[in-house]
């Protein structure tokens, strides 16, 4: 059986919801992936009297598309969705059965309105956590509207096709056959990238906020809902909802949280935001800050948000090296999540450059699938925790270089080595290999600031023990402060102080 017993008791549970009947059309031949498939779907038409399989030939082998009865629906699955992707399965058996999607009805009615055909490719790997929210956005797209189609596409069970294309990081998507975005994306963020996003008319009727909140991670997350609490008109602008920890996989130190995953954290977050009267202005950037009677947020968009007063809450990026080759081989072999893009290497050499906490637990991570992975630290040592290190000394084919400036990574059309510098006796050298993992810390998102508020050498905002900066009205939580301590439960409470640091400034002023 390829579904254990807890998946079944879930799964069956779910396929109860179903509204109407599906049908499955499977394409598979011998081979080891269609062998499975098939126990796959046999499995799931004997959970389901609403299921029913037929065998079809499909543009790859095997798949299977998921169908409402005398019609393709669009959705197609070329691989086996379990694993991360195990919800996407889930969900487009119950949306293509005529189950409602929990999306806004805004979003429902821009991707209705979309006259083109659209036929996306969505190349995934099962073990990535930020594959599956573009895969169901793909679905659900195809699900609502008839001229959308989408395909999933497991790396590992078209290693062929995938390393014909050169992906060297998933998600990828493909449309209309041509390259289209690459890594998480939300269906808001898709239908952006069409552009359908947020207009600045959209933002022209708003009245000033009393807070706010400029970024949608932990610090903004905390920040607006203890604004809402105290029955203040309360705004938050994201980006990106959630920010970095949707990239983030397994989350083990906040507290009373034994473990969980960065996008599940991230949707309890939003879901939590939701709970009250928040203003939430997802999609939308801000460029530039500027003190007046009150505080003015210009949007790239154009549009202006005036506030009382100002949370800055947007958080940090991945630090890139900065060395020529780096920007050029981005997702053809330069890549920033071991997690995600680590099995699309599997068995190739890598190298890991970083050797904090993050870039050592990279390169374990890494050890595990990949043939041979060399870590390079520009220190005379290793940053790492000691247990880290330990364990990273015991595996066999890892190699670690100290004393190693980064000079170039190399390549054609997709990375195939790296030059450094040894520092001690100046010596160049040169690695040949497949992929560069950039694991050297995080940069603030605060260059918008411009000289407005101060900031440290490093960018960081810095601010007082209430959260206040330079600027009255102006507070700042998270990551983009001068906090010494980049975590989750840091930014979560930093943002609740300056959240309550802005009421007692509107109180007294």
Known sequence: MILDAD????????LELMEGDVLLKV????????REMTELVDELATMSSRIKVEHAELERTPSFSVNRIGEDTGVTFAGIPLGHEFTSLVLALLQVSGRAPKVDEKVIEQVKKIKDELHFESYIS???QNCPEVVQALNLMSVLNPNITHTMIDGAAFKEEVESKNILAVPTVYLNGEPFTNGRKTIEEILAELGS??????FADKDPYDVLVVGGGPAGASAAIYAARKGIRTGIVAERFGGQILDTAAIENFISVSHTEGPKLAASLEEHVKDYNIDVMNLVRAKRLEKNDMIEIELENGAVLKSKSVILSTGARWRNIGVPGEAEFRNKGVAYCPHCDGPLFEGKDVAVVGG????????IDLAGIVNHVTVLEFNDELKADSVLQKRLHSLSNVTVVTNAQTKEITGTDKVNGITYVDRESGEEKHVELAGVFVQIGLVPNTDWLGDVVERNRFGEI???NRGATNVPGVFAAGDCTDSPFKQIIISMGSG??????????????
């Open 7 to 14: 998946i079944k008791q879930q799964l069956a549970q779910y």
């Open 27 to 34: 394409s598979v031949g011998e081979d080891k992936v269609s």
């Open 126 to 128: 099962l073990s990535c």
């Open 197 to 202: 996003g947020p207009d600045a008319s959209e």
């Open 356 to 363: 904090g906490n993050s870039g050592v637990e990279a390169a």
């Open 462 to 464: 810095l601010v007082d």
């Open 496 to 509: 609740a102080t300056a959240s309550l640091g802005a009421f007692d400034y509107l109180v007294r002023n």
